[in-house]
């Protein structure tokens, strides 16, 4: 029974021991706020100015607001000082070590952002005050702080902000709160994924103004960070360098694809498109253009570029064959930037030269002086070829007359044959006894018939003679002459056989097609010429446009300070 009464007893005096602290904090509340004004500042001599130790903790970086110039950061404040009126002996107060107060029961300091973006301008989260038995108080209100920043965008992507964090007091000056600045902590940052924190200096400055001679303390913590830019060379850069690659995939293309232009115009809308995504993330500022911007302009130029010269190349490419080429064309593309590029025609050196006319003929056709053209077709394809006509040759025709001549052309219309024969006015070079006996020598015929080596449409009766035998010019073919048979009527055809109507509508018919032919030739070589030119152009075009892509991209890119950083960094 007596336990019981111990054990109640102990309980009782140790409930009422442990309660003893109660009271002296209680006590020393009521004492240190009974005649305490918060709104009076802390200090034993009036005209000693009160010293504020402050500092930042800065937990994260939360967005950098390019646009609107303005960033969000997550930062504790680190306030202390000493308040006369907020002390008390340890020994009349057993167990009290500190004491924690409320904003609005004890003084702080009116430390503001004075570059704050916020609605509110005052963003911290009211907490109590840690007051210990000496007097020091600490004060750490945590907030969301929008600050403006000056955001600079010219070397953007591979850019390096520094945005100023400018703390003071509001109404203090610096003969009645002396603020002093510690240095910011950083241990507890958290990486951000857009942004790296290069460093948090900071500096006390004192400002004095016209007004007054007191000076106005204020301290700034300037965060420096660095960009990183692997997301937009993925988003960005690398894009608009493919883009500026297709670029000159625009002077490989043929001429004849047609789609030369379309692949020009098809690149720079792209590049726009991402001209207008840059543009929504940069400021509307006129200060300094962002480093990606004058890479797409450049890049917009160089297309657009690109786009004339295909026009250009597309002119000369298509251009009308009937034109000549003027001289200083043909001799800066044709020549000197061929040779520069190392370009050489199609078929240049195995071109066939024509061979001039016959001096033996009275008549060769009109452009046989004129240079061969490239590509001759196959003269073993055509049916006039010498080694086709060799049965001919060897036959009666001609072997009794001497004076047909036989030629192979080697131009590019077929390696017709020319065959010369004695003009009309001439006399016959066989004698009349020799003709005569060649005609004794045959079986009899009737008189005007033809002799059995020649088709019958090539002999008629003798119309009268043809005024335009002996016109300008000579048939491609076959010259005007005396005909097959240059004897009498017993000897085959007759000398008057070459009037024949038949016979000179066949020789002015190939007379036409030789021409024809020949014309053909000539305008096709001009069209090579002015396809040439246009090759040479787009070979020209895609060098130039090359070496200035390339040069582009390396002098604006690489123009940034932080460049080899940022690629050590970020891709490597």
Known sequence: ???????????????????????????????????YNRMERPVGNDSLPLTVHFSISLAQIMDVDEKNQVITSNIWLRMSWYDHYLQWNQSEYPGVKNLRFSTDQVWTPDILLYNSADDDFDSTFKVNVLVNSSGYAEYLPPGIFMSTCNVDVRWFPFDLQRCDLKFGSWTYDGWLLDLQMTDADISGYMPNGEWDLVEV????????????????????????????????ALNLLIPCVLLSSMTLLIFVLPADSGEKISLGITVLLSLTVFMLLVAEIMPATSDSIPLIGQYFASIMIIVGMSVIATVVVLQYHHHDPNANMPKWIQLILLQWVAWFLRMKRPGENDDPERPPCAPHLRRCSSGSQSGSLPNPPDPMLHPLHPQNLAPLQAGPL??????????????????????????????????????????????????????????????????????????????????????????????????????????????????????????????ESMADQWKFAAAVIDRLCLVAFSVFNIICTISILMSAPNFVEAVSKDFI
């Open 1 to 35: 029974m007596w336990w019981s009464g111990t054990l109640l007893l102990c309980g009782f005096s140790a409930l009422v021991q442990v309660s003893v602290q109660g009271p002296h904090q209680r006590n020393l509340l009521k004492n240190l706020l009974k005649d």
């Open 201 to 232: 200096p900071g500096t006390r400055n004192e400002a004095f103004y016209d007004c007054c001679k007191e000076p106005y303390p204020d301290v700034t913590f300037v965060i420096t960070i660095r960009r990183r830019t692997l997301y937009y």
């Open 398 to 523: 001609h072997a009794g007359h001497p004076h047909l001549h036989v030629q192979s052309s080697a131009n590019n219309n077929g390696n017709l044959l020319y065959i010369g024969f004695q003009n009309l006015d001439d006399p016959p070079l066989l004698p009349e006894p020799v003709q005569r006996n060649s005609v004794s020598a045959g079986p009899p015929r009737v008189i005007g018939s033809p002799p059995p080596h020649l088709p019958p449409q090539f002999c008629s009766p003798p119309p009268p003679p043809a005024s335009n035998l002996d016109s300008a010019g000579c048939p491609s073919t076959v010259s005007s002459g005396g005909g097959f048979g240059g004897g009498g009527a017993g000897g085959g055809c007759s000398a008057g056989c070459t009037g024949d109507p038949q016979l000179q509508a066949i020789l002015d018919e190939v007379r036409y097609m030789a021409d024809r032919f020949r014309e053909q030739d000539e305008l």
